[in-house]
């Protein structure tokens, strides 16, 4: 059982900056953010897979990139132009098999970590 551990958020303005990191303990397949926002169900942001492969939602719209460095074993979330909607509990995920061709739903992570709180004003 891979453990996840989530830093970086915070509160931000509008149109800033944040960039969320996730230390885990044991090398997975495929990587992956979600966020879930008051009142909302949890929702994929972007995955990394092993092969390099990045997915993400549309929401994104070009205003974050997931990276991973395995030599330390971090997966990256840098968000930029930043908006009110982004405001969310951000997760990291994992899974030892490989990611699914399009985004999957939190169905299919079993390994999750606690969330980091991001809110945009």
């Known amino acids: 059982h891979v453990q996840l551990v989530e830093s970086g958020g915070g509160s931000v303005q509008a149109g800033g900056s944040l960039r969320l990191s996730c230390q885990f303990s044991e090398y997975r397949y495929c990587m992956a953010w979600f966020r879930q926002a008051p009142g909302k169900q949890r929702e994929g942001v972007a995955t990394l897979g092993s092969n390099g492969r990045i997915k993400y939602a549309k929401f994104v719209k070009d205003r974050f990139t997931i990276s991973r460095d395995d030599s330390d074993n971090t997966l990256h979330l840098q968000m930029t132009d930043m908006t009110p909607d982004d405001t969310a509990i951000h997760y990291c995920?994992?899974?030892?098999?490989?990611?699914?061709?399009?985004?999957?739903?939190?169905?299919?992570?079993?390994?999750w970590g606690q969330g980091t709180q991001v809110t945009v004003s």
């Open positions: 995920a994992a899974d030892r098999r490989p990611c699914p061709w399009d985004l999957p739903t939190t169905a299919f992570f079993v390994n």
